[in-house]
């Protein structure tokens, strides 16, 4: 029997019956996990808060959930609150530890800068760290610069984003799972069903917050021409955050329609993909986000930042638009490079993903952790 114990900050929740559900992303992708272990425990953080609408509960009881206190954040009372918990976690990862045969930490976190000290140092496991942030980051946090020297400075393996010169041995490029082979299936038939005509839908998905690029999106959409706006139907925005009612009080003036969702569950996601001809995504740091590689399998065309590994996967005007300046005008720059695409245009960049999608399914990952790590 095979049993995994993963550690990580990903957000659990008690919903209102009293079920244990998490962060829909992550879940999903463990619960995949189980065609690979028999059993698996998951060490994580469980809020006091309502569970968000894309929460999703684990698949199997062959999944265990062991909660431990949500700390972190950015004041001094957040840092002090990660102090005074370090016994408690380090404790409950050692005894979990003693019975499992591999363990996963997913990296950058808080209480990454505790945990990876004690797992090189206290702990002959078999395991590796998922480093799921961008592993070229420019002034990252000073907690993410350690983590990441920590990693470099020991044997195990790391899978990262993208192919970077010069990476260490044990460094592994991983592409992060987010697509079924059903989804990959219906992707298909999306594509070839989807309508590329006046007026096209655009969709963003993630945290309402600038340094996601939503800021950018509302001032660049507000910046085209009136002929270029007629050309939009609707912004769809998914996600939530707390600047949430100020973006909505700034598009209000915008001749453009957004629609703000909040929240939504995987499936609802899915079908604004298959109504959407394009994904925004101007952020100004990424490792590889999901919602590009989940977005293109329905046919959304992506117009997004060329930060971190998105570069090496998006080329400009082959499959997708990149943004080398991170601001409204090249934002605008290439909305407007969009809205001239032609129906075969659009058809040559939309086959052209085919080259790679694959790879982000959760068989070929689980497939690549028995081949190369397990």
């Known amino acids: 029997m095979k049993h995994l114990t993963i550690i990580s900050h990903t957000e659990h929740y008690l919903n209102s019956d009293g079920m244990i559900v998490g962060l829909g992303s992550t879940i999903t992708e463990i619960n995949h996990l189980l065609q690979v272990f028999d059993k698996i425990t998951h060490i994580a953080m469980l809020h006091a808060s309502s569970a968000p609408p894309n929460a999703l509960p684990y698949s199997s009881d062959r999944i265990k959930f062991v909660p431990i206190t949500a700390v ?37 976190t808080g209480i990454g800068v505790f945990v990876i000290p004690y797992l090189i140092l206290f702990t002959s496991k078999n395991g590796w760290f998922k480093y799921a942030g961008n592993w070229k980051q420019e002034h990252a946090p000073l907690a993410y610069r350690f983590q990441k020297w920590l990693l470099e400075h020991q044997s195990r393996t ?93 598009t209000e003036s915008i001749p453009v329609k957004f629609i703000f969702h909040g929240f939504l569950p995987r499936q609802k996601v899915h079908e604004i993909y298959k109504n959407s001809q394009a994904i925004l995504l101007p952020s100004s740091s990424e490792g590889f986000p999901k919602v590009i590689a989940e977005g293109m399998n329905y046919g959304c065309i992506p117009i997004v930042s060329n930060v971190s590994s998105i570069g090496h996967y998006i080329t400009d005007g082959h499959n997708g638009f990149l943004l080398n300046h991170i601001t409204s005008e090249g934002l605008k720059a290439s909305l407007n490079r969009f809205l001239q695409l032609d129906r075969d245009s659009y058809e040559v960049m939309t086959a052209s993903r085919n080259d790679f999608i694959q790879k982000f399914t959760y068989a070929y990952y689980n497939q690549r952790l028995l081949d190369i790590i397990l």
């Open 158 to 250: 790391i899978t990262i984003n993208g192919f970077w010169d010069g990476q260490p041995q044990q460094c592994l490029s991983f592409e992060n799972p987010c697509l079924t082979t059903i989804e990959m299936d219906e992707g298909i038939m999306s594509v070839e069903e989807k309508s590329f005509r006046c007026p096209f839908n655009f969709c963003f998905v993630g945290r309402l917050e600038p340094a996601k690029g939503v800021d950018l999106i509302i001032d660049a959409i507000s910046e085209l021409a009136s002929d270029e706006q007629q050309k939009i139907g609707v912004i769809h925005i998914v996600g939530d955050g707390e600047r949430m009612p100020f973006y909505k009080q700034k």
């Open 72 to 108: 972190g954040g950015p004041t001094l009372a957040d840092k002090v609150s990660i102090l005074k918990n370090i016994p408690k976690i380090i404790s409950l990862i050692r005894k979990h530890l003693r019975s499992s045969d591999y363990f996963q930490f997913r990296a950058p």
